[in-house]
């Protein structure tokens, strides 16, 4: 028995990756990577805002809350448009306004908007809730 050796001709089909296609994957995952990671800080930044945007509507709220524990006549006394640091630069403000009732409301309805501003690593917000108060 004689043994065989097989030779490659140019041409025939070869096994493996050769070393410029390696460096072309290398690079197209290279480029992928790349433009996954210019995500996360748009991600992390659009994370923080609504977290801000969350705290803002809890302090808007509290704030209501407080204004609803009080007698109708003493609202607009408890609402000042000057700023009431809440915590971490969050600012509340309180805009009264009186008699926008209709007909036999006149008198007996009261608006209030809460607006609850706050500073930011990437953008500053702004966040207002108007609620309206009536007599019982």
């Not at 990756?17 to 290279?30: D, K, N, P, R, Y």
Request: charged share 10%; hydrophobic share 40%; proline share 4%.
């Amino acid at each position: 028995m004689t043994p065989r050796f097989h030779t490659l001709r140019i041409g025939q089909a070869q096994c493996g990756f050769s070393l410029v296609e390696g460096l072309v994957a290398a690079a197209l995952v290279a480029v992928a990577f790349i433009a996954i990671s210019n995500l996360f800080p748009t991600g992390y930044s659009n994370i923080t805002y609504g977290g801000n945007q969350t705290l803002a509507t809890s302090y808007a709220q509290q704030k209501i809350e407080q204004l609803k524990n009080l007698p109708f006549g003493s609202v607009d006394a408890n609402c000042s448009n000057s700023c009431e640091i809440v915590e971490n630069g969050f600012c509340r403000y309180c805009l009264f306004t009186a008699n926008v009732g209709v007909g036999s409301l006149l008198g007996d309805l009261k608006k209030v908007q809460v607006t609850v501003t706050w500073p930011g690593q990437f953008r500053p917000g702004t966040l207002s809730v108007d609620t309206l108060f009536t007599r019982q």
